[in-house]
């Protein structure tokens, strides 16, 4: 199984970007998916989750401005990123979890993609 995330960049405050996160190896649907984040000297946190069934969860700091989607056909998982802050620059991680719901923490990981923004 492998996670390619894309999408990342630099943006100035206020701006947008849009994650993706293309799954190989395995179906996406009836799994649970997720996007994390670690800023330098931060741990990885959870910033948005998606479960198979495509109800969702958010980390409060992102609530009304990221939106995170699926679409199983193409087995890809999306995170739109809207009036994007500096403290939210980090490597963007996606995850998929053992199952339809995101217990724990994901079995895969992909690569991490760089979101810069810039004040």
């Known amino acids: 199984v492998q996670l390619q995330a894309s999408g990342g960049g630099s943006v100035q405050a206020g701006g947008s970007l849009r994650l993706s996160c293309v799954v190989s190896g395995r179906t996406l649907s009836g799994y649970a998916m997720g996007w994390y984040r670690q800023a330098p000297g931060k741990q990885r946190e959870l910033v948005a989750a998606?479960?198979?069934?495509?109800?969702?969860s958010y980390a409060d700091s992102v609530k009304g401005r990221f939106t995170i989607s699926r679409v199983n056909a193409k087995k890809t998982v999306y995170l739109q990123m809207n009036s994007l802050r500096p403290e939210d620059t980090a490597v963007y991680y996606c995850?998929?979890?053992?199952?339809?719901?995101?217990?724990?923490?994901?079995?895969?990981w992909g690569q991490g993609t760089l979101v810069t923004v810039s004040s």
């Open positions: 995850g998929i979890y053992s199952g339809g719901y995101y217990f724990r923490d994901p079995i895969y």
């Open positions: 998606i479960t198979s069934g495509g109800s969702t």
